[in-house]
């Protein structure tokens, strides 16, 4: 049992500020007969989130390229939705939270295009 389209979420009050941290796992696809195949179906990253206190764990599509952002590198969510898988068993049912996405980008610091600093030498040093 899933929730339709998940929930959606206002990410300034749910994640404050996040903070890269490292690829936490690669999810792949099955093949028909149940093996594991070498196609990746979605990556899964660990980010420090100041107002949960605590990591978490966002998922985010295979066709979005690898993240390799520096330790501590302040990010943003696109698309967050919080979703749930939920299992029957004999007491009723264990449900399972998760956040995914649509893609985790480096924050924007003042109005910058992220990973463009704005001025690479210090000033009054011509440029060589």
């Known amino acids: ?4 389209n998940g929930i959606v979420l206002d990410k300034e009050k749910t994640f ?17 007969d149940g093996t594991t195949s070498e196609e990746i179906k979605r990556r899964t990253y660990d980010l420090k989130c100041s107002v949960q ?8 599509p295979a066709d979005v390229a690898v993240k390799d952002y520096p330790y501590n590198a302040e990010v943003e969510l696109i698309n967050p ?14 449900v399972d ?6 893609d985790i980008i480096l924050k924007n610091k003042g109005n910058q295009p992220a990973g463009n600093p704005q001025n690479n ?8």
């Open 53 to 60: 206190e605590r990591m978490i764990q966002v998922s985010i």
């Open 97 to 102: 939270w998760y956040i995914k996405a649509d």
């Open 121 to 128: 030498n210090p000033q009054g040093q011509p440029k060589k």
């Open 1 to 4: 049992m899933r929730l339709a």
């Open 16 to 32: 404050g500020v996040l903070k890269f941290s490292a690829l936490r796992h690669e999810v792949r696809m099955e093949n028909e």
């Open 81 to 94: 939705v919080a979703d749930t898988v939920a299992n029957a068993n004999f007491r009723g049912a264990d």
